[in-house]
């Protein structure tokens, strides 16, 4: 891995009731951003947004615990632990760290798992838990190994570093593992990338059961007031079904959003969808794949950015719009109360003298 930060050649635009949603939640907004190497945290002070930078290589899964404490970061071959501290009088904290802030997050340690090509991330009961793409697995962040086992697809017949389902999104439900997603049900070394782009499924874990299929790359199933929604990225739509109606069939899925764009990172607050928007980008190897994702016939009017859509009346509420090399988003979280959250990096000089205790 090049250790070489890539630069940063973006622009980002909003509408004038972005900024005022934030404020008005006491919100912040993490975006994970893997093709430039970097977590961008957007606050607000009502009329303008604030942006910092905490840079780190293929940055994909963010998972925030309840309790908003704790932050953990999938970042190539590492998990990072973000811990957060209020101000207190009398800190041992480096003069000025909390100056215009309300929150710091701080980097408390890592997990080095090797390249899992770890995607979702999610705190529950028993800790932290990760889609392991590159294993076709559901598994736990541990200590001393790379990866606990959970749970993996039925049709998966071993436990090898072959990517053979693209394995990428999970729900949660009451703390543990619930549902994922993933490309194709196919057990063959990246068998997924071969297929249609509309072999894609969302799968409930307790007992294997396929809930949804023939779907065009799905993404980011989430589970919220007893609906399953998801994220059907290669016809950029937000679909959601009762949980109770699952397994759902087509004319059971009420669509929640069509936009313009890859759907992918979810975060449902509320009455309120956020919804991460990219572009279609080339194959890595440069290989033609998934020639019938819809989304490759409106190339020209694609957007990345982050949309806010009113779950009661389907409509927008307001959008955030990317351009330049930010078009590839993977993950989209809120940290709530806080409007100004400050992260240290690891290779801060401030961390020589930053204690926390």
């Known amino acids: 891995m090049n250790n070489e930060q890539k630069t940063l050649n973006y622009g980002m635009t909003s509408c004038a009731r972005f900024p005022l949603l934030l404020k008005a939640m006491n919100s912040s907004l993490l975006v994970s951003a893997h093709n430039l190497d970097c977590l961008f945290v957007i606050s607000s ?12 290589p293929q940055l994909l899964g963010i998972a925030l615990s309840d309790d908003q404490q704790r932050l953990s970061l999938a970042a190539y071959h590492q998990i990072w632990d973000y811990r957060r501290i209020e101000a207190q009088p009398g800190d041992a904290s480096p003069a000025g760290a909390f100056s215009g802030w309300d929150s710091l997050y701080y980097p408390s ?41 959970v749970w993996k697809p039925p049709f998966i017949s071993e436990l ?14 009451d703390g543990v ?27 409930r874990i307790r007992d294997n059961q396929i809930v949804a299929d023939g779907l065009s790359l799905p993404h980011s199933p989430r589970i919220h007031n007893g609906y399953l929604y998801f994220c059907e990225s290669g016809t950029g739509r937000l679909w959601r079904c009762k949980e109770n109606n699952l397994p759902a069939s087509r ?9 313009n764009g890859f759907t992918r990172g979810l975060r449902l607050v509320g009455d309120m969808a956020f919804i991460g928007l990219s572009v279609v980008r080339p194959a890595k190897d440069g290989l033609k794949r998934h020639v019938d994702m819809p989304l490759l016939q409106m190339q020209t009017s694609l957007a990345s950015g982050v949309i806010v859509i009113d779950l009661r009346d389907r409509n927008e509420i307001a959008r955030l719009t990317f351009s330049g090399a930010l078009n590839q988003i ?23 003298d930053f204690f926390a205790h």
């Open 330 to 352: 993977y993950d989209v979280e809120l940290l709530f109360g806080s409007a100004a959250p400050r992260f240290v990096e690891i290779q801060s000089d401030e961390m020589k």
């Open 177 to 203: 593992p619930a549902y994922v997603s993933y490309f194709s049900g196919t057990d063959q070394p990246y068998g997924w990338r071969a297929d249609s782009s509309f072999q894609g499924a969302v799968m």
């Open 251 to 259: 004319s059971d899925l009420e669509l929640v959003a069509e936009l």
């Open 160 to 173: 090898v570093a072959e990517d053979r389902c693209h394995l990428n999104g999970l729900a949660m439900k």
């Open 45 to 56: 002070d009502g009329d303008d947004l604030r942006v910092e930078h905490v840079r780190l």
């Open 109 to 149: 340690g890592s997990i080095t798992t090797g390249y899992l090509n770890t995607h979702d991330l999610a705190w529950g009961k028993e800790g932290l838990f990760l889609i392991n793409t590159r294993f076709n697995c559901v598994a736990r962040a541990v200590y001393g190994k790379s990866f606990e086992l």
